[in-house]
């Protein structure tokens, strides 16, 4: 290498921008011999093309290139906020000298004057990455990636909210939750600069315009308060992240009570600053990117305050890794839109690119992704569910791994789960619980003569899809039944603490038995509207199931027939024998009380067309 | 396939640690903050939070940026838990923020979740989306005779936007949704100065709200014309001109969003559409809560 040579990295080449090609060839070559690594370009387009496949040391570029000019050039890297820190040495005609101090300004290191020699280019190269990166400096002074060459900007003459005044200035009230919109529909958090009885000075990201209609929410002790104002000046300077707008209110009780408290709070801040307690609530002012609350006054009701979205960090690993997930796509299958998530993983809404169709994705928690029994278990359902062909059972599409991501894709149904209905208070009627007690005890007959017992069965796993068709979901810890009986492996307690069976808490070998138990407690919980034990703490519901008797449940619903209610109750025998013992005698009464009630719904009907006639008859007459 | 992703200013033990926990399939390629110059060929960022907390926040933000809206995720990792609220990381741009400290397990299928491509849009979803490309495109070259060119689109679970300037608008009608755009200055104020006829110099806090609230407010308004009789047909609110970076919009639940970028004299924008139509597919109005 020769002498003088700069002592640049290998990673790290020279990036030569010019219009004249024999130029360009010429000090390109003279470099390259010198033993640097050059590369050239013409216009802006290849040299970003170079920037964005090389890690280049140094710009050297024309003040005119074919696309945009050198300075344009310049500009944009300097708006980049990684490739502003590359030394950039600028070249310019003779005559031109004096607009190339424009082109320090914009941030070159460094320019030359054509002709150039080979010796004074290698002279400046060396020089530019020697020098100590001048973007360090700017990175102290500001925290925007914005350049510092940006120019100030404000409105109509009015003071920024942070310079100073001579009159009093009121304190930053962080402790008061204030929002603001310009249409009631979004609205952007904002600290109180300042405030007097004609209106408030603001600092905010919304940023407004003079005259503009603006709402102020304020949160009360006694609950929300919503101001309409209008602008009347804006502090918008140098493109900070916020800007100051001073609102002039309409005079109100509610502007009243909202100055009385904010004086109160002042009031107190400076007894306790006077006291030389620094008071928690006196904070700078920083106004800090928020959530931004959106809904048609949804929060505006007195005692609510205003809700935000929710921020995911508090959310648990288990919901991050979920959220990680949403947009994404696992082989053939699109995650729209998360639904929820269960103890074995989570489900997403997803699209099946290649049938088209909606599908539902289960994918498997974190927690259990590592333990290998855990994805064994899995992968089990989906072949447990693959093997059920049945028109009330969600249907099993696909399973796959992604990145050790293990998920499968199953029918996707459109609809609600029982657990829905009972939330929103839909009690059952007769006729339609039957009907869907019936299904359900015959899809689970189905699953019984595969020897698969759910062992989780629960109004939450109970679907009805638009159509009103009943399906079963989530065989998450359904188990094959050992038909020998020999299973002894020891689990915990699987089943939801609501409508587990006695036998499944006391950890006995279970069959088809405890799941009838579930079943009728979750159509318990249907009928009633309440679960058949209740309690404080999962603990306390448990010893109820194993020793509480059960409040009857006509005593809970007097609108349902005894025979269902003794159907019901037992099913949730404490004692596995004295319950149904398998599902055929089940639909047998089930059967047999929907066809009286079938008949006794027509015979309503029919006195109902006898009450309807005569008057009809009178009518004619 | 090996996914490559830039370790920014990462020791060699959370290096070693990472390598560990991902496998093969991760290529890592050692960067330092000041060293790197594009993100064009990576995956994933991966920060370590070395330093104190403002120059953490200042290099995130910047390499946000640098990201000009394309979903990379950028995650910021620690060999120690994480004392201080980390919120001030993710309205930087960090996507997600995790220590060595958190189960193994979490952090290595948070971090697959993160490598996995965000998908592309659905046919019925491009049905709608065109339609905001078309009249985004059109709108910018009615105004200011620039040349809009859309680059890409890719869906999000969440609407937070990472820029300097931007409009949002609530959709209301048989769609419901919000529409937002947003800018970095130096675009900003070259549309503006166009669309206003005047000097970037003087350009004031009236011209940028009135510029942005309009490129939102035509945009929205085009696309609302097209969707006359269509499940998309919306009504528009009154724009929002917001400013500053990291402001989380709260969205209607379980409503994918769209993030399409434009390139504009190789600068770029972005526009966010959430939008979610009442009618279902086979035009029925949709009753029943999913």
């Known amino acids: 290498m020769n002498a003088g040579i700069l002592p640049m990295t290998k990673n790290e080449n020279i990036l030569f921008i010019n219009r004249d090609k024999i130029l360009l060839e010429d000090l390109g070559e003279s470099l390259r011999s010198k033993g640097y690594t050059v590369h050239v370009a013409s216009d802006m387009r290849g040299a970003l093309s170079i920037l964005s496949a090389n890690s280049v040391g140094v710009i050297i570029c024309d003040n005119k290139l074919h696309d945009v000019t050198g300075y344009d050039f310049l500009r944009f890297l300097k708006n980049d906020p990684l490739r502003e820190k590359i030394p950039f040495i600028f070249l310019v005609p003779i005559n031109d000298q004096g607009r190339a101090i424009n082109a320090l300004k914009l941030g070159a290191f460094d320019f030359i004057v054509y002709p150039i020699t080979i010796e004074d280019l290698m002279g400046r190269i060396n020089e530019a990455v020697l020098m100590p990166r001048s973007a360090e400096k700017a990175e102290e002074q500001q925290i925007s990636p914005v350049s510092p060459a940006m120019t100030s900007v404000e409105n109509s003459g009015e003071e920024v909210a942070n310079e100073k005044r001579k009159s009093k200035r009121v304190h ?166 998360f639904i929820g998530s269960g103890a074995m993983g989570g489900v997403f809404e997803g699209w099946d690119i290649a049938l088209e169709r909606t599908v539902a994705l289960k994918v498997i928690s974190y927690r259990l992704a590592a333990k290998e029994s855990s994805r064994d278990m899995f992968i089990k359902e989906a072949r447990l569910v693959s093997r059920l062909d049945h028109p009330n059972i969600a249907h099993m599409y696909h399973i796959g791994n992604v990145n050790e991501i293990l998920y499968f894709a199953m029918e996707y149904i459109d609809g609600v789960t029982m ?114 034990f209740d309690g404080t703490n999962a603990e306390e519901v448990l010893t109820k199931h194993m020793e509480q008797e059960l409040i009857p449940l006509r005593k809970r619903n007097p609108k349902v027939s005894p025979a269902l209610g003794k159907i019901i109750e037992k099913m949730m025998s404490k004692q596995p024998e004295k319950r149904y013992q398998d599902y055929k005698g089940i639909v047998k009464d089930l059967k047999g009380l929907e066809s009286r009630a079938q008949t006794f719904q027509k015979l309503k009907n029919a006195t109902l067309i006898f009450r309807v006639k005569p008057k009809t008859e009178v009518a004619s007459l | 396939m090996t996914e490559k992703i830039a370790a920014i ?204 609230a309009e490129i939102i407010n035509m945009i929205s308004g085009s696309t609302k014309k097209d969707f006359v009789g269509k499940p998309y047909h919306f009504e528009i609110s009154l724009p929002s001109v917001i400013v500053g970076s990291g402001h989380q919009i709260g969205h209607a639940e379980n409503t994918p969003i769209a993030v399409m970028i434009f390139e504009v004299n190789y600068q770029y924008f972005a526009l966010q559409v959430c939008l979610k139509s009442k009618i279902n597919r086979k035009g029925s109005i949709t009753g029943i809560k999913k």
């Open chain 1, 419 to 532: 657990a829905d209905l009972i939330k929103k208070g839909d009690k059952f009627n007769t006729l339609k619980g039957l009907s869907y007690l019936i299904t359900i005890c015959e899809a689970l007959d189905f699953v019984n003569q595969n020897n698969i017992i759910h062992r989780d069965i629960k109004p939450a796993n109970i679907m009805i899809n638009e159509k009103g068709i009943v399906k079963i979901v989530d065989f998450g810890v359904a188990k094959i039944v050992d038909v020998n009986g020999d299973d002894n492996k020891k689990e915990g307690i699987v089943g939801s603490p609501y409508y587990i069976s006695p036998e499944a808490i006391d950890g006995r070998q279970l069959d088809v038995r405890s799941d009838i138990y579930s079943l009728g407690a979750s159509f318990y919980h249907a009928f009633t509207g309440s679960p058949p």
């Open chain 2, 9 to 212: 200013d990462c020791g060699q033990d959370t290096v070693n640690t990472l390598k560990g926990m991902m496998g093969e399939e991760i290529q890592l390629a050692i960067e330092s903050f000041e060293g790197i110059q594009n993100l064009q060929n990576y995956r994933m960022i991966i920060i370590e939070g070395n330093g104190n907390q403002r120059d953490i926040l200042q290099r995130i933000r910047k390499l946000r940026y640098a990201c000009y809206f394309r979903a990379v995720p950028i995650i910021l990792i620690n060999r120690q838990a994480y004392t201080d609220s980390v919120e001030p990381y993710i309205t930087s741009g960090a996507s997600e923020v995790l220590s060595f400290n958190e189960p193994v397990g979490a952090i290595q299928q948070i971090l697959k979740g993160y490598l996995i491509p965000n998908r592309k849009p659905l046919d019925e979803e491009m049905e709608y989306l065109n339609s905001f490309i078309k009249n985004t495109s059109n709108v910018l070259n009615t105004t200011t005779s620039l040349e809009a060119v859309f680059k890409e689109v890719y869906f999000t679970n969440d609407f937070r936007i990472f820029g300097d300037i931007s409009g949002i608008i609530g959709l209301s009608g048989e769609a419901e949704g919000i529409l937002g755009i947003t800018f970095y200055w130096p675009l900003a104020k070259t549309i503006i100065a166009k669309m206003m006829g005047v000097d970037e110099d003087h350009i004031n806090a009236d011209l940028i709200h009135d510029g942005v």
């Open chain 1, 172 to 337: 930053p009230l962080s402790s008061i939750r204030v929002d603001v919109s310009r249409n009631g529909v979004f609205w952007l958090s904002a600290q109180i600069k300042n405030i007097n009885r004609e209106g408030v000075f603001l600092e905010t990201s919304l940023l407004s315009k003079t005259g503009a209609e603006i709402y102020v929410k304020v949160a009360l002790p006694s609950g929300t308060s919503i101001i309409k104002g209008q602008v009347k000046h804006i502090a918008f300077k140098n493109y900070n992240p916020s800007a100051g707008i001073g609102v002039e209110v309409e005079k109100n009780a509610q502007w009243i009570e909202v100055l009385q408290y904010v004086i109160t709070v002042i009031k107190k801040a400076d007894a306790s600053s006077f006291k030389g307690s620094p008071a928690a609530s006196i904070m700078p002012v920083n106004v800090q990117p928020a959530p931004v609350s959106c809904g048609e006054n949804k929060n505006t009701a007195k005692g609510a305050t205003p809700t935000a979205p929710k921020v995911k960090l508090n959310a648990s690993y288990e919901l991050r890794f979920y959220q990680s997930l949403v947009g994404k796509q696992l082989d053939n299958y699109k995650a729209v839109s």
